[in-house]
């Protein structure tokens, strides 16, 4: 019996890693056409510094309240996948204080 129970939760740990692992190759995305006009206004400021390693992610709950959205930026950095950590790092912490209930994505071109 034991040795059953330790197959089962060695099988879920790995479809656990292999869940996670997928997530971080593929995040959420939103298409820049979708962001509220507010974040698009701020991804336009934020653009001119960007290079093609900078991602930004964003966050909101409806497209007219200013206060229950997030844009943030990884701008000077020299790897992409490091970019979009930092940029959903810095989103998770701006929604969980604006306690916005969407999701942060990675802010798709």
Known sequence: MQNTTGKFLGA????????????????????????????????????????????CAAAYDTHSDHERMTLKCSIYIKLAAEGARRAMRYCEEDREKKHIHAPCRLVQE
């Open 12 to 55: 879920c740990l790995l479809w656990l890693s292999l869940l996670a692992g997928a997530w971080a190759q593929h995040p959420p995305v939103v298409p820049l056409r979708d962001l509220p006009d507010a974040l698009k206004q701020q991804w336009q400021q934020a653009r001119p510094e960007m290079n093609s390693n900078s991602r």
